[in-house]
């Protein structure tokens, strides 16, 4: 007894081959969407990493500038010194500063080197509308306690050292200032500025 034959197959009208047969393997395709799905992901994952990163340093930043007790050795912002009236003198040298604040005031510690003409006009400018504040001889004004803060030393053997507090109204910063007058045509300017809220 022989076997039915089979029917014959009819063409697929979309493809145009046999329905039963599997469609030809395109592999361009394949790899395209692959390439397509791996970028989509791999670029907003690289932005988000690098993003984390750069938070990461920018807070590192912030605790190292929170945690800094040293000078800071270049001139402090224009701001900065007009808002403690600190006036650095133009073509001074070994400028440093240090800025702490506080919920009830704020302090800056400024030190630089100048010449004695220098100084003077730095006292004058101080308080334009006032009187400029006058150095006495053999005494300094800063605190053992506020210049250990900084690394001052202000009590060296063999320093000459004159000094002045100059006290301004309540919203205007107060300054203790004393000036190693060793080198008399270099002395070296130490303040202490408070502002009290």
């Known amino acids: 007894m022989t076997a039915a ?12 081959g046999d329905p039963h047969e599997r469609p030809p393997y395109r592999p361009r395709h394949r ?3 692959l390439l397509i799905v791996v970028l989509l992901v791999a670029i907003p994952g690289g932005f988000l990493v690098q993003a984390a990163f750069v938070s990461r ?5 912030k ?17 900065s010194q007009r808002i403690y009236s600190v006036p650095v003198p133009p073509q001074a040298t070994r400028v440093a500063f240090y800025e702490a604040n506080s919920w009830e005031k704020s302090t800056m510690w400024v030190q630089f080197r100048t010449s ?10 101080i308080d334009n509308d006032g009187p400029a504040p006058k ?10 306690a506020k210049a250990r803060e900084v690394g001052w030393r202000l009590d060296e053997p063999g320093h000459r050292y004159s000094g002045a507090v ?10 203790a200032i004393t000036v ?3 080198y008399k045509t270099r002395p070296r300017v130490y303040v202490v500025s408070t502002t009290r809220f």
């Open 116 to 125: 004695p003409k220098r100084l003077k006009e730095f006292l004058q400018e």
């Open 135 to 144: 150095l006495k001889k053999g005494r300094v004004t800063i605190s053992e």
């Open 180 to 182: 190693d007058t060793t």
């Open 31 to 33: 790899l395209l969407v």
């Open 5 to 16: 034959a089979s029917p014959p197959r009819t063409p697929d009208k979309a493809t145009g």
């Open 57 to 61: 340093d920018s807070g590192k930043d």
């Open 166 to 175: 100059y006290k301004q109204e309540k919203s205007e910063p107060d300054l």
């Open 63 to 79: 605790e190292r500038a929170a945690a800094a007790t040293s000078l800071t050795y270049e001139r402090p912002p224009k701001v």
